[in-house]
């Protein structure tokens, strides 16, 4: 049986991925853990033990192959293959998404975007028109559309992944503020981008307190 690999690990392979092809693109051939362990602060030892979840990857000592390393992670998550993604909701956020070329670099191909609102329905997102939800379904099995991204309110999301699921899609990136009943079959990424501005908030804090801590205390001079 294969290894179960900790959630934690693979929370960390896509930015070992980004910063590993940030190297190969500035023409960067071997890299030390060392080295890796400076640019992305986090310890050697942690590289190396997150490495070792997939065999090492290679050699140490002289360091490792960026261009291997780089597309053995993005192998592991799945980066090699090509996924067809449709978006629910052409709100801001899903236009947002819609409009961002770098996914499809990844192998994400923004294939279509649907919407309730038939005000929108017919306009171009980048090449792509919004069409109404009562073509979704049909739309899901005709293009192998394995991926949904839903940017709807959450009053809908859980209703309306129940269609995608029926429809065929296998997974499921979920922006609405919601969880959502899926099969087992079906994965689910939920994305708060408050999580991101909280842990920041949390930061501003936790500098406060230690630099006040670490002040000189007037009275006591
Ligand atoms: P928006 O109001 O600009 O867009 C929502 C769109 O969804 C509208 O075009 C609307 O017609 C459409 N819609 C509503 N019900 C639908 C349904 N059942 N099927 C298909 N389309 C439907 O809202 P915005 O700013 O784009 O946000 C969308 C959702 O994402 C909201 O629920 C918001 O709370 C959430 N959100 C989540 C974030 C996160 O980090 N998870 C960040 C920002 C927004």
């Known amino acids: ?27 960067v051939e071997r890299i ?7 640019l992305m602060h ?10 070792n979840n997939f065999g090492g990857f290679g050699q140490q000592g002289y360091g490792y192959n960026v261009e291997y390393l780089y ?23 899903g236009q947002a998404l819609a409009n961002y070329m770098n996914f499809e ?19 171009m997102i980048r090449g792509i028109q919004v069409r109404p939800m009562e073509e979704m379904q049909a739309f899901v ?20 992944a129940g269609k995608l699921v029926e429809a065929g899609v296998r997974a499921i ?10 099969p087992a079959d079906v994965q689910v990424e939920n994305v708060h981008l408050s999580d991101s501005l909280f842990r920041l908030s949390y ?5 406060d307190q230690e630099t006040k801590a670490a002040a000189p205390k007037k009275d006591s001079q």
Not at 32 to 38: D, G, I, P, V, Y
Not at 105 to 123: M, Y
């Open 1 to 27: 049986m294969e290894k179960e690999i900790s959630q934690a690990v693979i929370g960390r392979l896509p930015r070992y991925f980004r910063f590993l092809g940030e190297l190969k693109d500035q023409g």
């Open 32 to 38: 030390s853990s060392q080295e890796l362990s400076r």
């Open 42 to 51: 986090v310890t050697a030892s942690q590289i190396r033990q997150d490495f």
């Open 71 to 93: 597309t053995a992670i993005g192998s592991i998550l799945g980066l090699d293959k090509k996924h067809h993604l449709i978006i629910i909701g052409a709100g801001n956020l």
């Open 105 to 123: 670099r990844r192998g994400f191909i923004f294939t279509g975007i649907f919407d309730i609102n038939e005000k929108l329905h017919g306009r």
């Open 141 to 160: 099995r005709e293009n192998d559309v394995d991926i949904a991204v839903l940017t709807i309110p959450k009053e809908s999301a859980v209703s309306t």
């Open 173 to 182: 990136w979920n922006f609405a503020h919601v969880d959502l009943d899926v």
């Open 203 to 207: 930061m501003i804090n936790r500098y």
